[in-house]
């Protein structure tokens, strides 16, 4: 199956983001027992974890090698950057939200975390759009093999446990279209996905529910 290019494992990456903003607003703006909130905050403090990781190998790695190639990028590449500041500061909030609920899950705190996820949402979807229209075709178009193995090995994938990055496949698999699973298929070896799913799919679907209730999906 042909696959759009722009459909590649950062596209991937923010679907899932969209996806559990999406979920978050949902659940932190209704009622939800003590085991459930603590399943929230737990995930949430993984999420923009995974999230600032990600964000670090995009400022100090995607975008510099992408200026060595095309200098001419120059100015998409303030945005991107200055757009990622902005993006901190809303997860920022929602960390420190997130925190406070974990720590006295009153209805006030569940509030101030529904509240700090709207924020967040605000600023997230537009930059995700901004990045998905203009900056991933020109990093496709310009990045070989031997880029994204470097970016993977220096950045991406450094520091990430085999572990964390099976907990990190899981929640891009959850709920996903069959065809950015493809993508999937298609970057990741098929034994890895196997092995990593073995070894982390039951306590991500477990943790999942937890959290989501009814609005948990089923990973591809």
Known sequence: MAVDPVKNMNSIIHTALRRDLERLATVTGR?????????????????????????????????????????EAAELVQ??????IHLAEASDGVRAAASACAADPSGTAWQALHDSVVAMQDKTLPHLEHEEREAIPIVVDTFDDEDWKWLDR???RKGMSFSDSG???????????????????????SPVVWV????????????????WGELAGTRS
Not at 79 to 84: F, K, R, V
Not at 167 to 178: G, K
Request: hydrophobic share 35%.
């Open 196 to 211: 990593m799913s073995r070894l982390q799919g039951g306590r991500y679907d477990r943790e999942a529910s937890s959290r």
């Open 31 to 71: 009622p939800a027992d003590p085991e459930q909130r603590a399943a929230v905050c737990r995930h949430v403090t993984w999420m923009l974890d995974y999230l600032h990781h990600h964000h670090v190998g995009e400022d100090e790695g995607v975008w510099p090698r992408l200026l060595e190639k095309r200098p």
């Open 79 to 84: 945005q991107m950057s200055a757009e990622h």
């Open 154 to 156: 220096n950045y991406f």
């Open 167 to 189: 907990v990190a496949l899981m929640w891009m698999l959850d709920d996903l279209d069959p065809e950015y699973a493809a993508v999937v298929r298609t970057e990741i070896p």
